[in-house]
């Protein structure tokens, strides 16, 4: 399985971007897909997950600002973004993890949050 991270860029502080995560086969056999985000000098960190039923997590500097979606037809996986933060200033990634417990990674996508 490959994923493809897109939908990244430079925004300014308040705005707001989609990220879009592709995957080259079904994703509806994922146990859990989900964003994660690693910052200059720091380690990888969650930021949003999404289970095969539906279910969703969020880390909480990002509750109530981005929002997880799947789209089972398209194989897709997205991040809506809103009111950036600078703080928010990572390259993002994809996973997708199946029930084995086998994970896979998408290349990121890199998010820069200024003005």
């Known amino acids: 399985v490959q994923l493809q991270a897109c939908g990244g860029g430079l925004v300014q502080p308040g705005g707001s971007l989609r990220l879009s995560c592709a995957a080259s086969g079904s994703i509806s056999s994922f146990r859990a897909m989900g964003w994660y985000c690693q910052a200059p000098g720091k380690q990888r960190e969650l930021v949003a997950t999404i289970t095969s039923g539906g279910s969703t997590n969020y880390a909480d500097s990002v509750k109530g600002r981005f929002t997880i979606s799947r789209d089972n037809a398209k194989n897709t996986v997205y991040l809506q973004m809103n009111s950036l933060k600078p703080e928010d200033t990572a390259v993002y990634y994809c996973?997708?993890?199946?029930?084995?417990?086998?994970?896979?990674w998408g290349k990121g996508t890199e998010v820069t949050v200024s003005s």
């Open positions: 996973n997708a993890g199946r029930y084995s417990g086998i994970n896979y």
